[in-house]
């Protein structure tokens, strides 16, 4: 499944962006989907995850609280809503999707997933 992201850009600190995940010719009813984001010279850092079942959901300790994954079965989307954004923030942005995985407290790892995306910017400055 190719998946395609969209709602990167710049926004102040404090504020509020939403990121969109949507596949390619295909739907994401049967997947567990996540986001990744990643700065350079650092590891893709795993942020967000939701099931695909029950909706379960899991949030790193650097965006709990303030990030929240949502899912549009009618829209065959994923979303990533960043609110009280910080300047530890700022990366490229990867959806990620996976028919097999389940997203729990144990984290995410880059190697569960096997679709992905092709990323979106994400600034914050003032």
């Known amino acids: 499944v190719q998946l395609v992201e969209s709602g990167g850009g710049l926004a102040q600190p404090g504020g509020s962006l939403r990121l969109s995940c949507a596949p390619s010719?295909?739907?994401?009813?049967?997947?567990?989907a996540g986001w990744f984001r990643q700065v350079p010279g650092k590891e893709r850092e795993g942020v967000s995850c939701?099931?695909?079942?029950?909706?379960?959901?899991y949030y790193s300790d650097t965006v709990k609280g303030r990030f929240t994954i949502s899912r549009d079965a009618a829209k065959n989307t994923v979303y990533l809503q960043m609110n009280r954004l910080k300047p530890e923030d700022p990366a490229v942005y990867y959806c990620?999707?996976?028919?097999?995985?389940?997203?729990?407290?144990?984290?995410?790892?880059?190697?569960?997933?096997?679709?992905w995306g092709q990323g979106t910017q994400v600034t914050v400055s003032s």
């Open positions: 939701i099931n695909r079942s029950d909706g379960t959901t």
């Open positions: 990620a999707a996976d028919p097999m995985l389940y997203c729990s407290d144990d984290g995410m790892s880059e190697g569960d997933f096997t679709s």
């Open positions: 010719g295909a739907t994401l009813r049967y997947h567990a």
